[in-house]
């Protein structure tokens, strides 16, 4: 089947980059029900990113682009749900800051692997990583709708979350310098 840019999955990926300002907004404008609607929006977008990728793989319908645009749309989105959660102040600025910081070092890790033709591919604790901060991110969105507890649950798994971020970091720093050595 001939690789088209606007195939199906990245059609579905586009969809996610154009749910993200439907997100912000509902967040932003403080509706009634926003929390509610933006975790719908959240969820469906979280939801494409699973289905696009398994669609292109199964299909063989893997492209440049959505090689460069689905990794960008991941980030986007969750760089939009924790900077507005730091925004309504429901997080820490700091646990934004230590997620952004190890999305930016991953980024420039696989760009520099990617031009000397290495591919580090997603591990454990990445693919951990990414449902750990949606699971905090829904989370952190609705404690104080389904709160049955004084225990700052939605804190926790976001700390937790933190944690396994800092982690998978560590991984692919670890993975890239063992690499490096590899390839000298």
Excluded at 1 to 12: A, F, G, Q, T, V
Excluded at 143 to 151: A, K, N, Q, V
Aim: proline fraction near 3%; aromatic fraction near 10%.
């Amino acid at each position: 089947m001939k690789n088209k840019i606007m195939n199906l999955p990245n059609k579905i990926t586009i969809l996610r980059v154009i749910l993200i300002p439907i997100f912000v907004a509902s967040l932003y404008l403080k509706m009634e029900y926003a929390r509610e609607i933006a975790v719908c929006v959240f969820l469906v977008a979280s939801i494409t990113d699973a289905i696009d990728g398994w669609i292109a793989r199964k299909y063989n319908l893997v492209t440049t682009f959505g090689k460069l645009i689905d990794p960008i749309a991941d980030k986007l989105l969750t760089f939009s749900a924790f900077i507005m959660l730091a925004h309504m102040h429901v997080i820490s600025p700091v646990a934004v800051i230590v997620i952004m910081a190890r999305e930016l070092l991953v980024n420039g890790i696989r760009m520099v692997s990617a031009e000397s033709g290495t591919v580090i591919s997603a591990s454990f604790w990445g693919k951990l990583k990414t449902v750990s901060q949606c699971v905090a991110i829904l989370l952190l969105l609705l404690w104080e709708r389904i709160s049955f507890t004084t225990l700052p649950f939605d804190q926790i798994i976001l700390w937790i979350s933190v944690g396994i971020t800092v982690l998978s970091g560590v991984d692919y720093v670890a993975k890239y310098i063992k690499q490096a050595k590899f390839d000298r």
